[in-house]
Structures are given as C-alpha cells and as structure tokens.
C-alpha cells in the first residue's frame, strides 16, 4: 500500500517571502499521479498543481511549483511571494496509474498548516 | 458549473441515531468518492462509485456504512447506529474519468458530531 508523508506540521512565511513544503511518498509502481491540495479553514479542498511520474519537467502554476524527485520519492510544493490568503492545510496526496477499481483514491498525507505573516 | 455540494453542512446526532448526508457532483461527472477526515488528518478513502456501480468499498466501511448513487447522480451516505467514533468531516469529491490524469474536485464536507 502506498504511503504519503508529511513532516512539517506547521509552517510560517513571511508576506511575499518564498516557502517550501515537504513531502515523500512510498510506492513499488513507476507510474502514477502526485497532488497538492489546499484546505483554508472552513472551506473546501482544492486542487493546486498535479504531476504526473512520467513527466520529468516539474509542474508550475502561477506562484506555485513542485520539486519532483523520483528517485528520492519525493514532492516538495514552492509557494513564491506569499499572499495572506495562502494561509490554510496543505495536503500532498498520491494516485496510482493502474486502471482499476481500486486505483482511483487519493491517499492523502496528514497535511502541513501554513500561517501567512503580514 | 456549481461545483460539488453536500448537504447537510453540519450535523449533531446522539449515539445510536441514523443519520444521513447528501453529495450532489458536478453534472456528467461520472464518479463520485466519499471520505472521511478527522480533527488535524488528511482525508481517508471510503469508497469510490462509478455512474451508479460501487466499485470500491474501504475496510473503514463498517457494515454500519452504507453509499448509494442511483441513477448515477447524486449519492448518500448513510450511517446506522451512530457511535462517538463516527464524529468527522466527511468529504465527497467527483471527477470526470475519461482520462488516466482525472482530477477529482471536492465539495465542503459534512461535519459530524456524535453526543
């Protein structure tokens, strides 16, 4: 079963300053699907930037990039110039590639909370 | 697009009482998945329907769990005899899955708290 960690419970940044939040993973497949998901308080989950295994090129969306380490197993979110609505639980969450049944649940990591400072 | 509703948003039940929630996906989202989070987690796979087949069900599905999704629409979750244990956010999420990147989208969740 594949694994996905977390081990910054909490993070801070400073307004418009740079933040990196970690994230490895355990899996014996070669190909899948890798997610940053964003949970401000009270309010739902959305997605944030995805990655697919087989693409070496690292994801960007606007102020947000990935530093996807295959070989590391890991899958580190760069959040640059921080803005206060940033604030909320990041999730980092695993998919398989396989097409079957069991494969499409995302397995999530236990989140990181990111304080925006003014 | 309306995105992902669930209803109700909150729910405070005593022990042993049924209770049932509500997803509404993104129209011609073909599946549909339910989680469940708890206080400082990330969420946990229940079970996952698609159009109205349950396809998976999670070993956290106790026999007390019970999805449907007729019609391939909306789905309902309901949960018999209600313990203490039960208290927790429970999320559904759609995606349309026409592709191997499908990207499930999330609604707000349904609080539960079990007196």
Known sequence: AQTVTQSQPEMSVQEAETVTLSCT?????????????????????ILVIRQEAYKQQNATENRFSVNF???????SLKISDSQLGDAAMYFCAYRSSISSGSARQLTFGSGTQLTVLP | DTGV???PRHKITKRGQNVTFRCDPISEHNRLYWY???????PEFLTYFQNEAQLEKSRLLSDRFSAERPKGSFSTLE?????QGDSAMYLCA???????????YFGPGTRLLVL
């Open chain 1, 25 to 45: 993973y355990d899996t014996s497949e070669s190909d899948y699907y890798l997610f940053w998901y964003k949970q401000p308080p009270s309010r739902q989950m």
């Open chain 1, 69 to 75: 380490q295959k070989a590391a197993k890991s899958f």
């Open chain 2, 5 to 7: 509703s669930q209803n």
């Open chain 2, 36 to 42: 469940r989070q708890t206080l400082g987690q990330g």
């Open chain 2, 79 to 83: 949960i018999q005899r209600t313990e």
């Open chain 2, 94 to 104: 759609s995606s349309l899955g026409q592709a191997l990147l499908e990207t499930q």
